[in-house]
């Protein structure tokens, strides 16, 4: 499977943008998706997951009721809606996906990933 991440960008504090991860190959109606992210200097963080379906998602703290996760089987694309956003939130962004049908926050426990996107938020 290949993952490929797009719609990071250049914003300024308070806006929104909307990261998609297209997805090759024909398990991706049965994988767990993530978000993760990496700030200059720090750690990979996780960000969001989605189970299979679409029915089950977590959320991160730092992140919890500004952005959302979801996904289109259909499209074999899974989103990552980010509004209210603010310059801690600069980091290069990753999707992964598990071999797995549930949703998880661990990322060793991720099979594949995606080249990151970068978001850069100004104050």
């Avoid at 299979?52 to 074999?76: L, M, P």
Wanted: aromatic share 12%; net charge positive.
């Amino acid at each position: 499977v290949q993952l490929q991440a797009s719609g990071g960008g250049l914003v300024q504090a308070g806006g929104s943008l909307r990261l998609s991860c297209a997805a090759s190959g024909r398990t991706f109606s049965s994988s767990a998706m993530g978000w993760f992210r990496q700030a200059p200097g720090k750690e990979r963080e996780f960000v969001a997951s989605i189970n299979w379906s679409g029915s089950s998602t977590y959320h991160a703290d730092s992140v919890e009721g500004r952005f959302t996760i979801s996904r289109d089987n259909a499209k074999n694309t899974v989103y990552l809606q980010m509004n209210s956003l603010k310059p801690e939130d600069t980091a290069a962004y990753y999707c992964a996906g598990r071999r797995a049908p549930l949703a998880t926050k661990g990322q060793y426990e991720y099979d594949y990933w995606g080249q990151g996107t970068l978001v850069t938020v100004s104050s």
